[in-house]
């Protein structure tokens, strides 16, 4: 982690640094952005932490291909159109350096159209999300951190967070092996994201990482 801090905290670009942490589903993204988050805090510089579950579609969208599918969550769960024109894009060009914190309320399903920050230029910004890498969204992040994990050791920590939610271990096991770990292996075959990443973690296990490439 330290290494990985100081190499972002040098990095000055004149806008703010626009960080995404891409891995599979049950990569363990989230608990490594906010460890990565105060860490960059503790140099001095602001970090901002995006949370992920504030730029989903609507339901009605996300399910458009049914709740099984694979496809239908690689295409559909996540709104990167607005991710792109609302975060990334506004982070990338000049001040003001204005931007969405979320565009879309999950419990409720509703749109958010009025929840907005302002960064320094000198800021860190850092999302983390699975697929981060796709078309022409590579292009706006100045970092992409891909948690190498492994798809087994992924899938059991994924089922073990979301089981309650899906309805049981069983449920939750059907889902991921079929709609989430599904889309990623899309992912994975489409886009390469490992390749393509200015950073690699190995991070099959999460309390012994190791950098790959950096």
Not at 6 to 27: K, S, T
Not at 112 to 119: G, L, P
Not at 186 to 205: F, G, K, N
Request: charged share 30%.
């Amino acid at each position: 982690m330290d290494r990985v801090v100081h190499g972002l905290a040098a990095r000055e670009l004149g806008h703010p640094l626009r960080v995404g942490i891409d891995g599979l589903v049950g990569a363990g993204k989230t608990t490594f952005a906010r460890e990565l988050v105060e860490n960059l805090r503790s140099t001095g510089r602001a970090a901002i932490h995006l949370d992920s579950d504030g730029f989903h579609n609507l339901r009605a969208i996300r399910y458009q291909q049914g709740r099984e599918s694979a496809r239908g969550y690689y295409d559909d769960a996540y709104d990167f159109d607005s991710l792109a024109d609302r975060v990334l894009k506004p982070l990338g060009s000049g001040p003001p350096f204005i931007f969405a914190t979320k565009i879309h309320d999950l419990p409720s399903d509703e749109q958010e159209r009025d929840a907005t920050a302002h960064a320094e230029p000198d800021s860190i910004v850092v999302f983390d999300c699975t697929f981060l890498q796709r078309g022409a969204l590579r292009d706006l992040w100045d970092d992409v951190i891909w948690l190498d994990t492994d798809r087994t050791a992924a899938l059991r920590r994924g089922v073990s967070r979301d089981a309650e939610d899906l309805g049981g271990e069983a449920s939750a096991t059907a889902a991921y092996e079929s709609r989430y770990m599904g889309a990623c292996d899309l992912y994975l075959a489409e886009e390469r994201p490992t390749e393509r990443a200015s950073i690699v973690i190995e991070h099959t296990d999460p309390a012994n990482p190791r950098i790959v490439r950096l």
